[in-house]
């Protein structure tokens, strides 16, 4: 694979400024275009934030390319990929990185199969190998393990990097100027098979921005109590969080979901009440500062993970770091 054109792809769709993810996306993209003497481009559909043309510079993008259709305007898999491929079409990235979210991950792998390119979902890095081609690791079996992709054969490939992957640095070598470029693509005859009927509720603070996190698992016995988790984040300023099977069991809202399959998370501080550490859970909170675990099982996988761990029973346990931490 020749690599002369990298592009981090993104939408902001009207959130006033670059997705969470976009830093850390052009970040890779950045590495990657500097080991190969790439271009780096930065491809935004619909409007451009403010911030961005500031940003891509910070992080060394040489063009920033912008598609802007009617079509776009709301989140539409279809209109999306089809802008996409049509990029890919004049463009020819060697390498397209998306920041992996739900709407990513609904585009990036259609995208792929579209155009005939390779594709890394879950992807953590891409860099060169040992025989000088591009390698992409990417999590594998919840986190538990990493597989390494060796990217040869296709003509073009399309990875989705992992939230929390990696921390976002600025070129080293200062900031760029990119210039602007807008793109045509032909979206008028896109027939949109999916429609959104209602978008999620996103506002409120994310806890993927959180700094502090409490979480309760299955271990706190019953929905009543998960009033302790709620309390005791609060007193310490931070948010409240759920593993899976307490979302799955209508106890929290699914946007309080950390794990493999909801949120990714890297707070200062996690601490995890009757959760037992399955490697779906740990998957969206392993990068935390300090992990304190509450567990009454002193065998539990949480206390592999924890800095501090706490051998009892969470509901005796929570109430007295409640009142310590409202003191
Ligand atoms: C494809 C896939 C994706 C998944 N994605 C996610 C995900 O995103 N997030 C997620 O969380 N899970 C996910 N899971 C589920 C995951 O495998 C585990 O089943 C889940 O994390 C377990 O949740 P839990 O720890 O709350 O419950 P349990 O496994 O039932 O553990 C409860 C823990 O509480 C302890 N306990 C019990 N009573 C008390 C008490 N009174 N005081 C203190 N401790 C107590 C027990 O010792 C135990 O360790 C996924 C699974 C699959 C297959």
């Not at 981090?8 to 500097?34: F, H, I, N, Y």
């Not at 953590?124 to 079996?141: K, P």
């Not at 310490?236 to 309080?256: K, M, Y």
């Given at each position: 694979m020749e690599t002369k054109t990298v592009a981090v792809c993104m939408w902001s769709l009207g959130q006033g400024g670059l997705p969470v993810g976009t830093e850390e996306a052009l970040t890779l993209g950045r590495k990657v275009a500097s080991a190969t003497g790439a271009r780096l481009h930065l491809l935004v559909l619909g409007s451009l934030p403010d911030d961005c043309v500031e940003t891509a510079g910070r992080f060394g993008v040489d063009d920033v390319d912008q598609i802007e259709d009617a079509a776009l305007e709301a989140?539409?898999?279809?209109?999306?990929?089809?802008?996409?491929?049509?990029?890919?079409?004049?463009?020819?990235?060697?390498?397209?990185?998306?920041s992996q979210a739900a709407d990513t991950r609904v585009v990036a792998p259609r995208l792929a199969g579209r155009v005939g390119a390779g594709v890394v979902m879950n992807a953590v890095d891409v860099a060169l190998g040992e025989g000088g081609g591009l390698q992409a690791t990417a999590s594998a079996y919840g986190g538990d393990t990493q597989m390494v992709?060796?990217?040869?054969?296709?003509?073009?490939?399309?990875?989705?990097?992992?939230?929390?992957?990696?921390?976002?640095?600025?070129?080293?070598?200062?900031?760029?100027?990119?210039?602007?470029?807008?793109?045509?693509?032909?979206?008028?005859?896109?027939?949109?098979?999916?429609?959104?009927?209602?978008?999620?509720?996103?506002?409120?603070?994310?806890?993927?921005?959180?700094?502090?996190?409490?979480?309760?698992?299955?271990?706190?016995?019953?929905?009543?109590?998960?009033?302790?988790?709620?309390?005791?984040?609060?007193?310490?300023?931070?948010?409240?969080?759920?593993?899976?099977?307490?979302?799955?069991?209508?106890?929290?809202?699914?946007?309080?979901?950390?794990?493999?399959?909801?949120?990714?998370?890297?707070?200062?501080?996690?601490?995890?009440?009757?959760?037992?550490?399955?490697?779906?859970?740990?998957?969206?909170c392993s990068a935390a500062k300090t992990i304190v675990a509450i567990n009454k099982d002193p065998d539990a996988a949480i206390f592999r993970y924890a800095s501090y761990g706490l051998v009892g029973d969470c509901l005796e346990i929570l109430p007295e770091l409640i009142r310590a931490a409202r003191q």
């Amino acid at each position: 694979m020749e690599t002369k054109t990298v592009a981090v792809c993104m939408w902001s769709l009207g959130q006033g400024g670059l997705p969470v993810g976009t830093e850390e996306a052009l970040t890779l993209g950045r590495k990657v275009a500097s080991a190969t003497g790439a271009r780096l481009h930065l491809l935004v559909l619909g409007s451009l934030p403010d911030d961005c043309v500031e940003t891509a510079g910070r992080f060394g993008v040489d063009d920033v390319d912008q598609i802007e259709d009617a079509a776009l305007e709301a989140f539409s898999p279809d209109a999306y990929v089809e802008a996409l491929a049509g990029y890919c079409q004049q463009e020819s990235p060697a390498l397209m990185i998306f920041s992996q979210a739900a709407d990513t991950r609904v585009v990036a792998p259609r995208l792929a199969g579209r155009v005939g390119a390779g594709v890394v979902m879950n992807a953590v890095d891409v860099a060169l190998g040992e025989g000088g081609g591009l390698q992409a690791t990417a999590s594998a079996y919840g986190g538990d393990t990493q597989m390494v992709y060796e990217l040869s054969g296709a003509a073009s490939y399309v990875v989705a990097l992992s939230a929390n992957a990696l921390l976002p640095e600025p070129a080293e070598g200062g900031a760029t100027q990119p210039g602007c470029r807008s793109i045509q693509v032909d979206l008028t005859g896109t027939n949109e098979r999916i429609r959104v009927i209602e978008q999620a509720r996103t506002e409120g603070p994310r806890l993927e921005d959180a700094d502090i996190i409490v979480s309760g698992g299955r271990g706190l016995g019953g929905p009543e109590n998960y009033k302790l988790i709620e309390q005791l984040a609060e007193a310490l300023g931070g948010l409240a969080g759920a593993s899976r099977p307490i979302v799955d069991e209508g106890w929290v809202d699914s946007s309080q979901q950390v794990g493999l399959t909801g949120k990714i998370t890297r707070p200062a501080l996690y601490l995890a009440a009757g959760i037992s550490g399955a490697s779906q859970h740990m998957a969206g909170c392993s990068a935390a500062k300090t992990i304190v675990a509450i567990n009454k099982d002193p065998d539990a996988a949480i206390f592999r993970y924890a800095s501090y761990g706490l051998v009892g029973d969470c509901l005796e346990i929570l109430p007295e770091l409640i009142r310590a931490a409202r003191q």
